[in-house]
């Protein structure tokens, strides 16, 4: 079986095509409001195929408390109308390259699995 990553960078297009602005694996590539797809594992199934294990880290800009939170809840209703979370959703600051310090962001886990 090969594994390859490119389901990954589909899933970045169904999110955009999803109305949202910027998904990437690449934390570089991510522009605010975005999702950042981080793989976390990759688990093989019985039957051939691996499902791959990945949080998507959602991040707005720091506009304060109460706008950035109206901003996630906005991202995640785009981001939950094309994929299911796998568990809780949970509060989750998250460092982007082009800014040092933590910007507002929601953990989204998602496992996508893959069939061979």
């Known amino acids: 079986m090969t594994v390859t990553l490119a389901p990954l960078d589909d899933l970045a297009a169904a999110l955009k095509a999803g109305g949202v602005r910027s998904a990437s694996t690449n934390p570089a590539e991510i522009n605010t409001p975005g999702v950042w797809i981080?793989?976390?594992?990759?688990?093989?199934?019985l039957l051939g195929g691996y499902t791959l294990n990945t949080v998507l880290h959602l991040v707005v800009a720091d506009n304060g408390v109460?706008?950035?939170?109206?901003a996630l809840v906005a991202l995640l209703n785009k981001v939950t109308a094309v994929v299911d979370p796998s568990d809780t959703v949970t509060p989750a600051g998250v460092t982007?390259?082009?800014n040092p310090a933590p910007l507002p962001g929601l953990a989204v886990p998602f496992d996508l699995t893959v069939s061979i």
């Open 38 to 45: 981080r793989l976390t594992g990759i688990s093989f199934d």
């Open 66 to 70: 109460q706008r950035s939170a109206v």
């Open 96 to 98: 982007l390259p082009a």
